[in-house]
């Protein structure tokens, strides 16, 4: 079956710029979950959402970060005027159940 | 510092060797998983362990986690070059939140 998927795969982008990360989800998960990963590091934890509330969103590094679900299912990632500092690759979850995450192949972004 | 600490940070050896990552925490957990990712897709869950002391085995990956719950180890026999990828450990600091150490590159060569 279908797994996570992510959109673009590769975003390269001027400072200053907005940016929109998409996810997809396995459908049904009513978990969903965006990490940061640094080249070569393990991943951050941004935002959690269960269904299209976000309880969980201390991992956001500034307010230039935000991140909305929509029916339950499709989640946007965005990043306001998008800072060097901010480049790194995206992960996206989502999860059936406690403890059983599936992760997409991410969104690398390039701010320049 | 990081809650789960991994290392080493780089492993590169000849095919046919074997090789072992840890993952070392002072907090003790209820489980904890490994995962591998390869480059340009997200991390491939492997196992999760949940039983102070217990060893699981897939093919020539053997995983333990430790009496306490505060550690594990990924022990690879015969390393294949297949094997090459990013090794994390994660642990749930509460229902829904994983905590990632920060992964041992492990690279082998034919």
């Known amino acids: 079956g279908a797994g996570v998927s992510q959109s673009p795969s590769n975003k390269v982008t001027e400072k200053g710029k907005d940016v929109e990360l998409r996810c997809d989800p396995i459908?049904?998960?009513?978990?969903l979950y965006w990490y940061r990963q640094s080249l070569g590091q393990g991943l951050e934890f941004l935002i959690y959402?269960?269904?299209?509330?976000?309880?969980?969103k201390s991992g956001l590094p500034s307010d230039r970060f935000s991140a909305e679900r929509t029916g339950g299912s499709v989640s946007t990632l965005t990043i306001q005027r998008t800072q060097q500092e901010d480049s790194a690759v995206y992960l996206c979850?989502?999860?059936?159940?406690?403890?059983?995450?599936?992760f997409g192949p991410g969104t690398r972004l390039t701010v320049l | 510092t990081q809650l789960l600490e991994q290392s080493p940070q780089f492993l590169s050896i000849q095919e046919g060797e074997n090789l072992t990552v840890y993952c070392n925490s002072s907090?003790?957990?209820?489980?904890l998983q490994w995962y591998r990712q390869e480059p340009g897709e997200g991390p491939v869950l492997l196992v999760t362990?949940?039983?102070?002391?217990e060893v699981k085995k897939l093919k020539r990956l053997t995983f333990q986690f430790g009496d306490a719950r505060k550690d594990s180890s990924l022990h690879i026999t015969a390393a294949q070059p297949g094997d090459t990828g990013l090794y994390l450990c994660?642990?749930?600091?509460?229902?829904?939140?994983?905590?990632f150490g920060a992964g041992t590159t492990v690279t082998v060569r034919a």
């Open positions: 994660a642990a749930y600091t509460n229902d829904y939140k994983l905590s």
């Open positions: 362990v949940v039983t102070g002391g």
């Open positions: 907090s003790v957990f209820s489980s």
């Open positions: 959402f269960q269904g299209n509330s976000a309880p969980d």
């Open positions: 979850a989502s999860s059936p159940i406690r403890h059983e995450q599936f």
């Open positions: 459908s049904g998960h009513t978990a």
